[in-house]
């Protein structure tokens, strides 16, 4: 909460640059592809992740 009141002040010209921002991505069909793809390979990578922090158990064999 405290380190969010500097941010306070600059709360209106984050929010009309997100609002620019969705308006051009959401009317151009070259920007919302990329959108798409940016976020399939962060799904894909979370996911690589994700396997190689869990890993799964294997038998020993004796």
Same mark, same amino acid.
Request: with cysteine.
């Given at each position: 909460?405290? @380190?969010?009141?500097?941010?306070?002040?600059?709360? /209106?010209?984050?929010?009309? &640059? @997100?609002? &620019? @921002? /969705? /308006? +051009?991505?959401?009317?151009?069909?070259?920007?919302?592809?990329? +959108? +798409?793809? @940016?976020?399939?390979?962060?799904?894909?990578? &979370?996911? !690589?992740?994700?396997? /190689?922090? +869990?890993?799964p158990k294997t038998k020993e064999v !004796?």
């Amino acid at each position: 909460p405290e @380190v969010l009141r500097s941010i306070n002040n600059y709360r /209106m010209l984050i929010y009309s &640059i @997100v609002l &620019i @921002v /969705m /308006m +051009i991505c959401t009317s151009n069909e070259k920007a919302r592809n990329l +959108i +798409i793809s @940016v976020f399939n390979w962060l799904k894909d990578q &979370i996911i !690589k992740l994700k396997n /190689m922090i +869990i890993k799964p158990k294997t038998k020993e064999v !004796k």
